[in-house]
């Protein structure tokens, strides 16, 4: 059974039979809990190690591919949904709503049961005709609360200052540490973004449960309802305890085989029964799975982008390259984007593979952007949720000044240099006003190389002078379609069937790669060679920086922190890895839209 499924829905139903009756009736049953990973690949510690996780993650790519195959299946009669304990982005509710709303155009029922209503689960419950929520449940559908945080006056206080540097009125990330708060053009776009969202929520929920948009609005604004209410106007269909509701699911496909498996991975792993499966894992042969058959590859990026962060998705990238069967690449971009140097590396690896004639997809997730769409650019075709966060098309540089905290701490330092500017990064000075000149002149430069990527990418498909997009604006996806930094809404499931009829092969050959597997695999996995023409190879290094940080808190001390906490502190840590490569960054704005 899936570790990462949980079994609290239907679990009275019974057990599927060990031989299936060919014609028997299917419902799919997806009961989703904890993250849902985009890559499939292990979480690592904040402090740098791999947890070791008894199961493989569930990945957006599972689900989707399962969903696609509940709506094709003349088997699967209904498919039902618990979604609560699932910890997903805006992007990839879009993607399950919209996966759902093909399954009822399939003719096939979709059933969700919730504790309480949200905007997650309202979103998803449009696309279902039997959408339950539990008679005493939570209602907290009161819209969207976005609330960032300002370090200035704590720096003051340790005597740091943040040297910030932006090309483009709109860029702001970098605010956050010399700002009390958000300067004019942060406040129009987070106003904008935020705004804009709520709408697409709003438009999605009144088309899926026929309920006028004023309407819904209203309730909204109430800031809390009763879950009568909710039925009463339409947003729920039914008013259930979680027995009732799977005695009415029962009740509705008697005979069938309640499924709570369909099309979906092992993520346990194989089971180890004894020796002989032990050795069959020692010589398992990864390369020969498939290795004849032509297939659309999936590649994800799905952290801030630094060195450490894309070298993984660059070596595959290049080992696709020299993979005949890999007829076309569908790049998942969910990345606000980080160091200029580092998206520039990832940038070539996605050119090679364009020189190679095969189709370059990209997807984005939640946001694509600075740096995420930086990489996305030269997709043939990009596609978008319209709630993805994208463009950010501008450059930051910032160092922290540390002098005043040595100072009160009694530290002095004496510096020796030779060359006029030799001494313009160092972290115990500000930039004077010619070493400032020198690396906006740099960052000029960065800025140049960006929107030549994009005119290169997109060429006749902007809709404008790109400088009008630029500056550090953000956008939504809908926004941005309009403009002409993507091509067309849809999700990571759109993307994989344009590409597959791009490379004249189905989209069921579809795979994520590389392929995730659970720790016991992991364990027996062959190290990964060397591959490629490659002379000079890329390396990765760490930040000294950042293992100091590190080093405050051991693996104790972070589990004892609040979850906000423990974010926020992995963020801290991505952004130096990021600054450790280059002072010259390609990052996006922080904007976080909870959606519980």
Sequence with gaps: MKTALALGLLTALPLAAAEKEKDQPIVAIYDLEGTL????????????????????????????RSLAKAAGDPNVKAVVM????????????????????????????????SDSLSNAT?????????????????????????????????????????????????????????????????KQQSEELIGGIFDQIVSKVSEGRKVPAEKIRSLVDLGTFTTEEAKKAGLVDELKHRTDFSAAVRAAYEGADFDHEYALPDLDGPEITGMFDVFKLMFQDDKAKGAKTDFVAVVSLDSDISNQTIAPVRAEILKLIKNEHAKALVLRVDSPGGSALASEVLWEATDEWKASGRPFIVSMGAVAASGGYYVSAGGDRIFAEEGTITGSIGVVGMKMVLNGAMEKLGITTHATQRGARAGAMSMFKPYTEEETKMVR?????????????????????????????????????????????????????????????????????????????????????KPEKPEGDEIVRMGVRTSPVREAVAATLDDAKLAALPKPAREAFARVLKQIDACSDSAVQLIGPEIFIPLK
């Design 37 to 64: 990973s985009e890559s499939g690949r292990p979480e690592a510690s904040l402090l740098g190690g791999l947890g070791m996780e008894a199961a493989r993650p569930l990945t957006l790519f599972d689900i989707t």
């Design 82 to 113: 618990d979604a609560d304990d699932a910890g997903m982005g805006l992007a990839q509710i879009e993607e399950i709503h919209r996966r759902l709303k093909a399954v009822r155009a399939a003719g096939k029922d979709v059933w969700l049961y």
């Design 122 to 186: 309202a979103l998803l419950g449009s696309a279902a005709n039997h959408f339950t929520l539990m008679p005493e449940g939570d209602v907290s559908f009161s819209g969207l609360y976005s609330e960032s945080m300002y370090f200035k006056g704590l720096l003051d206080k340790a005597g740091v200052v943040a040297d910030v540097i932006h090309i483009g009125d709109f860029k702001s990330f970098g605010e956050q540490y010399y700002r009390t708060g958000p300067s004019d053009f942060a």
């Design 441 to 525: 002149d740099s960052m000029l430069s960065v800025y140049g190389t960006f929107k030549k990527r994009i005119e290169s990418g997109r060429g006749d498909r902007l809709k404008g002078e790109l400088e009008s997009m630029a500056g550090g604006r953000v956008f939504t996806g809908t926004r941005a379609l309009e403009l002409g930094l993507i091509d067309e809404i849809g999700g990571l499931g759109e993307a994989i069937d344009y590409a597959a009829k791009k490379a004249n092969v189905e989209a069921s050959t579809a795979r994520l790669v590389p392929e995730p597997k659970s720790a016991i695999e992991g364990l027996f996995a």
